[in-house]
Every structure is written in structure tokens, then in C-alpha cells.
């Protein structure tokens, strides 16, 4: 009988039992199958595969596999291992858009330090998440299995890393950004881009020393938060900085997401919440009127 190799990536890996996870599996299968067949027949459903590579090429559902192919099945929206060249014709670039979940609020402001558009409120729903992934065309980013088992969920991917720093590297890795971080482009708080802003406009709403010690600044069009290049850039900058040169190594061979290299500490020392953007940006117009 002839056999194939396959080899499952990521989370299709949960569908397969423990000893057959993340390694080649040589399986018989009838002669003439599809590859739709023999990778349907391991249990992992089709609907959640973005990628089949057989033999190093792009290939669907509908492929006649032969003896001896080598198959490597993906999940929607992998990216390790594939290099550019074996990308599926026609697949756009990913000007990619994320969503996340109630609990990955420091992860959404990480994504938007380093140029990414993520929404993220501390109260939506499952279901506000999945209509946002419908209606915008966003990745729904999560750490419950459950949510990105729901059939409508078709763009989700589950982050294994705890803690935020490493979340951040977990990501851009995972959807091969490292090449298109743009940091310090949008608000951390409302995920919109920043507009360059003279000194002029905004000189009586800043301290004293930041009115003295700096000339460059950018606004939030939305929360008009004031961005300037204060004290806690330098370490937003080295965690951008990490994130770029780790983003661009490998994972060690065989490291599992869970286990990904963790940044260093200095990494993970970002701002918390409060005063900060990539400064401290909450000064707000002296006048006590609300803001519109
Ligand atoms: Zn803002």
C-alpha cells in the first residue's frame, strides 16, 4: 500500500492524539486519494487548514496524492516554516488586523506600540469579537481555546505565551511581521494613527520641563493625547528594538510556542497603564472643560 508523510503545524496539532503531534507521520492510504482524504482521515477538519504544502509546494484539497509525498498541513494564517517563495500564489500581503480578547489588553497596547492595528475593549463578548473578525476582516486574538473553537471563528489564533512581552514576539513571529513593525505610529489607547503636531498648538497644555526639553511632538486625533519622545521612550525603544531582532531569529529548532525564547526583563518593564504613550502624553488641555 503506499504511504504519506504528513506533518501537522500549531494548534491542528490538538486534533491529533498525543503521540502524533508535531512530527512526521507516515500513514497507508488507498491509492488515487486527494490530499483533502488522507488529511481528513487523521480528524483534523479541513476548514481550519490555510496551507498545504506537498513536497515544498502549494498545493489544495483536491491534489492526488502519491506514495512516498511528503505533505505539511497548516492552520489559518501559520507562517513558520513557509518561506516567501512557497507562499500560495495570489496570497496578498497581510496588511493584517487583530481584535483581542478582554484579557489581552497589555498585548493590544504592545501590537500598537509597534505599529499594528488592534482593537481592544475590556468588555466585548465573544460574539463582539467575532463580528468585528467578520465585518473587519480582523484576527481574533485569544487565550481560550474554546472561543477559537467555535466554528464561525474562520480568523482566530491562540496565544500561548503569559506573559505580555513575550505575547507581543509570540505574534509578530507567528504572522512573520518583523519586517513591518512601525513603531510609535499609533495611540496605545485608541489604536489610531498619530499626526505630527506643532509645538504651537499644544504649547500651554504641556509641563514646564517637556514645554522646555522637547520640540517634536504628535497627537491622537481621537483621545488628543500628546506623544513626545520622554522618559519612557527609551524603554519602549528597546522593547521594539528586542522585538524586531528576536522576531527575525528562529525560534530554537523544535521550541514550541509555549516555550518561545522569553524576552529579557528589560523587555517586559513597559508602563503600565497612566501616564504614557511613548512620554507621558495625559496632559490634556488646561481648561477644565470636557473633552469632546
Ligand atoms: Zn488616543
Avoid at 473578525?133 to 474562520?154: F, H, I, P, Q, Y
Avoid at 505565551?161 to 519586517?179: H, I, K, N, T, Y
Wanted: contains cysteine.
Amino acid at each position: 500500500m503506499p504511504t504519506v508523510q504528513l506533518r501537522f503545524y500549531e494548534e491542528l496539532n490538538d486534533f491529533l492524539p498525543l503521540q502524533d503531534r508535531k512530527k512526521w507521520l507516515s500513514r497507508p492510504f488507498d491509492a488515487g486519494a486527494t490530499a483533502g482524504e488522507v488529511v481528513g482521515a487523521l480528524g483534523v477538519p479541513l476548514d481550519r487548514i490555510d496551507l498545504l504544502l506537498v513536497n515544498g509546494e502549494p498545493a489544495d484539497f483536491s491534489r492526488k496524492i502519491l506514495d512516498g509525498d511528503r505533505v505539511g498541513v497548516y492552520p489559518v494564517f501559520e507562517s513558520l516554516d513557509i518561506g516567501p517563495a512557497t507562499r500560495l500564489p495570489g496570497r496578498p500581503l497581510r496588511d493584517i488586523r487583530f481584535v483581542a480578547d478582554v484579557h489581552l489588553g497589555k498585548l493590544a497596547r504592545q501590537l500598537r506600540l509597534l505599529g499594528f492595528d488592534c482593537l481592544y475593549r475590556n468588555d466585548s463578548s465573544d460574539n463582539d469579537l467575532i463580528a468585528v473578525m467578520k465585518n473587519e476582516g480582523r484576527v481574533v486574538l485569544t487565550r481560550d481555546r474554546r472561543l477559537l473553537g467555535r466554528k464561525a471563528v474562520s480568523r482566530g489564533y491562540c496565544v500561548r505565551s503569559e506573559m505580555p512581552g513575550d505575547q507581543a514576539l509570540e505574534v509578530v513571529r507567528r504572522f512573520d511581521l518583523s519586517d513591518a513593525l512601525r513603531p510609535f505610529t499609533l495611540c496605545m489607547e485608541c489604536n489610531l494613527p498619530l499626526a505630527e503636531v506643532g509645538k504651537e498648538e499644544i504649547v500651554e497644555t504641556l509641563p514646564p520641563l517637556v514645554r522646555r526639553d522637547f520640540e517634536k511632538f504628535h497627537q491622537c486625533p481621537g483621545c488628543k493625547r500628546n506623544y513626545w519622545q520622554g522618559s519612557h521612550f527609551d524603554g519602549m525603544r528597546r522593547f521594539v528594538d528586542e522585538v524586531r531582532r528576536e522576531s527575525a531569529i528562529p525560534p530554537p529548532a523544535d521550541a514550541e510556542a509555549e516555550t518561545a525564547s522569553p524576552l529579557q526583563k528589560s523587555v517586559l518593564s513597559l508602563p503600565k497603564e497612566g501616564p504614557g504613550g511613548f512620554a507621558s502624553g495625559r496632559h490634556r488641555r488646561p481648561n477644565k472643560r470636557k473633552r469632546r
